[in-house]
């Protein structure tokens, strides 16, 4: 079964955080490797649109986290925890304060840096002071002997659509020449 007809059986065909039944899409809860229906949730257009443009969130639209916060899908419990981290609005603490999230969804939620202080938030820096995002493109800067193999990636190879690896800012995990590997952040330069 696809990831979308998995999801929309999984929400009844509606937006998991705001319930709407319109313009519905898959959204992966970042930072996922695989995008499956646990790594995922469904979203409306206003939705998605408010999560990816922040600027344009309305607290108003939000008022719907106080139903999808209790969900108990893991994804959508970090969707939630980190849209009322982002509003700060006075209402939003309320909620926060009852919305319990294991550790490790705790630990997912926190991975993309909302809800903690600028000092908390692991960044990733690649050799010129580029802060590093996933999914951004990259360029080795280095020939790499890749550990366990004979295989040597060159200098000037692009890495396309990286993994941050979880908690370790000084590496990166992508593909190069189909083989998944870990690089050294000090080693590539954004693209």
Excluded at 112 to 132: H, P, Q, R, T, W
């Amino acid at each position: 079964m696809s990831v979308e007809k998995e999801l929309m059986t999984r929400s009844g065909s509606k937006c998991e955080l705001c319930g709407s039944e319109d313009n519905l899409t898959v959204y992966p809860v970042p930072p996922v490797k695989e995008a499956g229906a646990q790594q995922s949730v469904m979203v409306c257009a206003t939705c998605q649109q408010q999560i990816n443009e922040p600027a344009s969130m309305d607290a108003n639209h939000w008022r719907c986290l106080n139903d999808s916060m209790w969900s108990t899908e893991p994804a959508v419990q970090v969707m939630a925890w980190r849209l009322l981290n982002r509003l700060k609005a006075d209402w939003t603490q309320d909620l926060l304060d009852m919305l319990y999230l294991d550790e490790e969804t705790m630990e997912w939620a926190k991975a993309d840096g909302d809800g903690l202080s600028e000092d908390e938030v692991v960044k990733y820096i690649d050799s010129n002071g580029a802060k590093l995002q996933a999914g951004d493109s990259v360029v080795l800067i280095k020939d790499l002997n890749v550990k366990g193999t004979s295989f040597v990636a060159k200098r000037g190879t692009a890495v396309r659509n990286i993994i941050l690896s979880h908690n370790d800012p000084e590496h990166i995990e992508g593909k190069v020449n189909g083989q998944h590997i870990y690089i050294l952040t000090k080693y590539v330069k954004k693209n």
